[in-house]
């Protein structure tokens, strides 16, 4: 996401002003509701949660001045508004880029390995090694290799599929790019 305008600390204490006029009741407020709004981006499958809820924070400061006059109730209510906004532009689908014109399977497969080992190296050492355990074994060994990879990192089997199949998502966008390239 573009940003253009960017949070000030004058702005980042009206918008405390705006939660409450205790300082750190304002302060606790606004820890809940980034909290909050990181969750709710998270359980709607959002790949990069953290910096949603910062935009939505920020997109609400912005229009402080034009708000505050005539919102009436809770100002977490509003952040609830804004982040649906910015929840559904997120999952708005991407323009589609034309298809690579097409090149012989022995090319396509040694550039799709190169890509999915350099889309490897990008990932964080956590994100790659629970993705190389994630997909070991066969049949029942696979299965009771997920169980001890969810006891392992203490959560359920299906929280790890999810962030498996989040790391998957990001990896398979980054091959796809990476095709793309070489083949242009």
């Not at 649906?84 to 298809?99: G, N, T, W």
Request: aromatic share 8%; proline share 7%; hydrophobic share 35%.
């Amino acid at each position: 996401m573009k940003r253009e305008w960017v949070l000030t600390k004058e702005s980042f204490d009206a918008l405390l002003a705006w939660l409450d006029t205790n300082p750190d009741s304002a302060a606790l407020k606004y820890e809940q509701i980034r909290t909050r709004l990181i969750k709710m981006f998270v359980c709607r499958g959002c790949l990069e949660p953290e910096d949603l809820a910062d935009e939505t924070i920020d997109r609400v400061a912005r229009r402080l001045n034009d708000i505050e006059p005539t919102y009436a109730g809770e100002p977490v209510r509003y952040f609830y508004g804004v982040a649906h906004k910015i929840q559904l532009e997120y999952v708005r689908p991407k323009p589609v880029s034309p298809p690579p014109p097409p090149v012989d399977d022995e090319d396509k497969d040694e550039r799709g390995y190169e890509c999915l080992e350099h889309c490897m190296e990008k990932l964080s050492p956590e994100h790659r090694e629970l993705v190389l355990q994630y997909y070991q074994e066969e049949r029942g060994a696979k299965i009771d290799n997920r169980k001890h990879l969810a006891d392992q990192l203490g959560i359920a089997v299906n929280a790890l599929r999810i962030r498996v199949c989040r790391i998957r998502a990001s990896l398979l966008e980054c091959v796809q790019k990476c095709m793309h390239t070489a083949a242009a």
